[in-house]
């Protein structure tokens, strides 16, 4: 199984703030990764998509980069919306696996 | 517009089997694959497994293989999950998703989740 390494667990930031999360996968996964955001009691919502393809919709704000092993999701001026926990999806080979998840709370 | 509806909420006791319906509309069911993801009370997400509506065929994660069984009803364009000999730790909210048939579609829609609870 792939397994992702997703840092921090967790960031305390300010509105305003650039904030950076990083996965890494243990093995190559090409750009088969997306970058999820979950409010509490709500469905994960997709970012980034192909590793940094932003989603329709999304405020452009948000960017990801990375390929192969290493990937980031970047917000670059915090807004109050932004403050939920997200998670990297490698979907590059089965079983599919999520990081463990960063929680982005108020400073 | 793609929806994605599931069943309610479910109690259950230890032991029993749970099954899950997550109904779609607004695309053609048999293109896209459908998963199961599962999050646990302030846990992180769990990806279960996957149907294909087109054959049928399945792929499951081996945490959850030997107990989980997911179905794809094309007549009614509903997907299933099932999952049986129910234990406290399956207590959690249940995602019904897709993205595609290799999770590639620019878009992907998911459920609003079952919450399963486990109880004596």
């Known amino acids: 199984d792939i397994q992702m390494t997703q840092s921090p667990s967790s960031l305390s930031a300010s509105v305003g703030d650039r904030v950076t999360i990083t996965c890494r996968a243990s093995?190559?996964?090409?750009?088969?990764l997306g970058w999820y955001q979950q409010k509490p009691g709500k469905a994960p919502k997709r970012l980034i998509y192909?590793?940094?393809s932003l989603q329709s919709g999304v405020p452009s704000r948000f960017s990801g980069s990375g390929s192969g092993t290493e990937f980031t999701l970047t917000i670059s001026s915090l807004q109050p919306e932004d403050f939920a926990t997200y998670y990297c999806l490698q979907h590059n080979s089965f079983p599919y696996t999520f990081g463990q998840g960063t929680k982005l709370e108020i400073k | 517009e793609v929806q994605l509806v599931q069943s309610g909420a479910e109690v259950k006791k230890p032991g029993a089997t749970v099954k899950i319906s997550c109904k779609v509309s607004g695309y053609t069911f048999t293109d896209y694959y459908m998963h199961w993801v599962q999050q646990a009370p302030g846990k992180g997400l769990e990806w279960m497994g996957l149907v294909d509506p087109e054959d049928g065929e399945t792929i499951y994660a081996e945490k959850f293989q030997g107990r989980v069984t997911i179905t794809a009803d094309t007549s009614t364009d509903t997907a299933y999950m099932e999952l049986s000999s129910l234990r406290s730790e399956d207590t959690a909210v249940y995602y019904c998703a897709t993205a595609g048939r290799q999770w590639e579609l620019p878009e992907d829609y998911w459920g609003q989740g079952t919450l399963v609870t486990v109880s004596s």
């Open positions: 192909a590793a940094s």
């Open positions: 093995q190559g996964i090409r750009n088969d």
